[in-house]
Nanobody, 124 residues
Framework: QVQLQESGPGLVKPSQTLSLNCTVS??????????WGWIRQPPGKDMEWMGA???????YYNPSLKSRTSISRDIFKNQFTLTLSSVTPEDTAVYYC????????????????WGQGTQVTVSS
């Protein structure tokens, strides 16, 4: 059973950089041919795919967020990290990490394993 667990600050000030970790257990982030992605859901809005890192280490980003987003991984810790710079209140959302055979994940059905999600609020 694969499990994903998000961790990071619940409150971030505007203009700061947000970093979230997703720790994976029960499976390796280097297992072919999975993608490990970040998805967020702002209050009252649909899920938004932010980006993903493949089993190979290749990264893919939502063009609308690409200039502020970076995804990296630590194979030894079996975790991957989202970094989002210059945050604004519009970045307030529940942030999820997920595993999928697809690069882009926008619905629960697109992925076989999800983290429970972590609330991030951007406020001064």
């Amino acid at each position: 059973q694969v499990q994903l667990q998000e961790s990071g600050p619940g409150l971030v000030k505007p203009s700061q950089t947000l970093s979230l970790n997703c720790t994976v257990s029960g499976g390796s982030i280097t297992t072919k041919y999975y993608y490990w992605g970040w998805i967020r859901q702002p209050p009252g809005k649909d899920m938004e795919w932010m980006g993903a890192i493949a089993y190979s280490g290749n990264t893919y980003y939502n063009p609308s967020l690409k200039s502020r987003t970076s995804i990296s991984r630590d194979i030894f810790k079996n975790q991957f990290t989202l970094t989002l710079s210059s945050v604004t209140p519009e970045d307030t959302a529940v942030y999820y990490c997920a595993r999928s055979l697809k690069v882009v994940v926008t619905t629960r059905g697109s992925s076989d394993y999800w983290g429970q999600g972590t609330q991030v609020t951007v406020s001064s």
